[in-house]
T-cell receptor, first 117, second 116 residues
Framework: EPEVTQTPSHQVTQMGQEVILRCVPISNHLYFYWYRQILGQKVEFLVSFYNNEISEKSEIFDDQFSVERPDGSNFTLKIRSTKLEDSAMYFC???????????????FGPGTRLTVL | AQKITQTQPGMFVQEKEAVTLDCTYD???????LFWYKQPSSGEMIFLIY??????QNATEGRYSLNFQKARKSANLVISASQLGDSAMYFC?????????????FGKGTTLSVSS
C-alpha cells in the first residue's frame, strides 16, 4: 500500500543552524502538508501546498520556514535558523484529488523528530 | 475557544471490552469533516475513520465506529473488542469549510491503555 515517507527519522542540530526535512508524498497525491507536534502536545498545522504554491499557512509558519517541491517526488520543509522551541516531531501529510479518499483524508508520514540543542 | 475538545487524557480498558473515546467540536460551518487518528508509541499517525457533516449514517471501519451526534457536536470513537495493540494515543481532528485543501485541527488526544 502506498505510504508517505520522511527522512531523516531523527535530526539533531545546534541552535541557529538550518535544517531541511524531507518527505516523499504518495505518488498520485497533489496536496501536501506539514504539521508539527511538540512533545506531549497536540498536532499543529504549519502549511499546505498545492500546485507549486502555498495554499494556507498558520501563524507558526513564519519567515524562518519555507517549503519546496524541488522535483516530482520530494516535498521539503526548511527551517533557516533553528530555535530551541522548534524541537518537535514534524509530520508530512498528503492527499489526492477531491473524492479520491473518504473525506479527502490526509495520510501522514512517520515523522521526523527534530532536536535543537 | 477550543475547536476540538477531548476531555479524557487517559482511558483504561480490558482486552475484548469496548471503549468510547470522547470528542466534541466547535464550528459554525455547515460542511465539515471529522477524523480520528491513532498514534502508537512509535510516533506515526494512522488514519482510522472519517465522518462527514452531511453523512446520515455513523461511519464504521472494522472494529472502529464513530458515534456522530450533530446537534451535540460530538463525534465519539467507539472501539469494539479492544486488543493490546490498540494501546496508543488517539486524536480527533476536524476539517472546516468542506474545502479539501484545508488544514486539520486536532484535539489534545486521549491515551488508551489496554490490559490483558
Amino acid at each position: 500500500e502506498p505510504e508517505v515517507t520522511q527522512t531523516p527519522s531523527h535530526q539533531v542540530t545546534q541552535m541557529g543552524q538550518e535544517v531541511i526535512l524531507r518527505c516523499v508524498p504518495i505518488s498520485n497525491h497533489l496536496y501536501f502538508y506539514w504539521y508539527r507536534q511538540i512533545l506531549g502536545q497536540k498536532v499543529e498545522f504549519l502549511v499546505s501546498f498545492y500546485n507549486n504554491e502555498i495554499s494556507e499557512k498558520s501563524e507558526i509558519f513564519d519567515d524562518q520556514f519555507s517549503v519546496e517541491r524541488p522535483d516530482g517526488s520530494n516535498f521539503t520543509l526548511k527551517i533557516r535558523s533553528t530555535k530551541l522551541e522548534d524541537s518537535a516531531m514534524y509530520f508530512c501529510a498528503s492527499r489526492g484529488l477531491a473524492g479520491a479518499a473518504p473525506g479527502d483524508t490526509q495520510y501522514f508520514g512517520p515523522g521526523t523528530r527534530l532536536t535543537v540543542l | 475557544a477550543q475547536k476540538i475538545t477531548q476531555t479524557q487524557p487517559g482511558m483504561f480498558v480490558q482486552e475484548k471490552e469496548a471503549v468510547t473515546l470522547d470528542c466534541t467540536y466547535d464550528t459554525s460551518d455547515q460542511s465539515y469533516g471529522l477524523f480520528w487518528y491513532k498514534q502508537p508509541s512509535s510516533g506515526e499517525m494512522i488514519f482510522l475513520i472519517y465522518q462527514g457533516s452531511y453523512d446520515e449514517q455513523n461511519a464504521t471501519e472494522g472494529r472502529y465506529s464513530l458515534n456522530f451526534q450533530k446537534a451535540r457536536k460530538s463525534a465519539n470513537l467507539v472501539i469494539s473488542a479492544s486488543q493490546l495493540g490498540d494501546s496508543a494515543m488517539y486524536f480527533c481532528a476536524m476539517r472546516e469549510r468542506g474545502q479539501a485543501g484545508t488544514a486539520l485541527i486536532f484535539g489534545k488526544g486521549t491515551t488508551l491503555s489496554v490490559s490483558s
